[in-house]
C-alpha cells in the first residue's frame, strides 16, 4: 500500500506560479511511474500534466511545455511540479499518481487556481 500526501498549490494570479509537492510513503526508488494529473472544473477525467518512468525523460502535455516542470527528490521522497507562467485554462485540482507493482495510486488532489 502507498499513500501519497500531496501539499502547496493555492491562488494565483494570471502569469504567476506554484509549486506542489507530493510526499511518498515508500521508497521512491520502487516506483516504476510517478506523474501529475488534473481535472478542470466541469470535467470528470483527470489528464496528464507530466510524467516519468523510472529511469526515463519526463514528457509532458503539450499545453504545459516550457512552463510546467517535474522533478523528483529522493532524499525527501517527494515528486514535486514547479508551475510558471500560469495561465486561467491551468485551473484545475492537481493530483500525484504513482504506479507500484502494476498498481495506481492516487494522492489527494489540490485545488490550483489561477485568476485575477
Known amino acids: 500500500q502507498v499513500q501519497l500526501v500531496e501539499s502547496g498549490g493555492g491562488l494565483v494570479q494570471p502569469g504567476g506560479s506554484l509549486r506542489l509537492s507530493c510526499t511518498v510513503s515508500?521508497?521512491?526508488?520502487?516506483?516504476?511511474?510517478m506523474g501529475w494529473y488534473r481535472r478542470t472544473p466541469g470535467k470528470s477525467a483527470r489528464v496528464l500534466v507530466a510524467?516519468?518512468?523510472?529511469?526515463?525523460?519526463?514528457n509532458y502535455a503539450d499545453s504545459v511545455k516550457g512552463r510546467f516542470t517535474i522533478s523528483t527528490d529522493a532524499s525527501e521522497n517527494t515528486i514535486k511540479l514547479r508551475m510558471s507562467h500560469l495561465k486561467p485554462k491551468d485551473t484545475a485540482v492537481y493530483y500525484c499518481?504513482?504506479?507500484?507493482?502494476?498498481?495506481?495510486?492516487w494522492g489527494q488532489g489540490s485545488k490550483d487556481t489561477a485568476s485575477s
Open positions: 510524467g516519468i518512468f523510472s529511469g526515463g525523460q519526463p
Open positions: 515508500i521508497n521512491m526508488f520502487s516506483l516504476e511511474y
Open positions: 499518481n504513482v504506479l507500484y507493482h502494476r498498481r495506481n495510486y
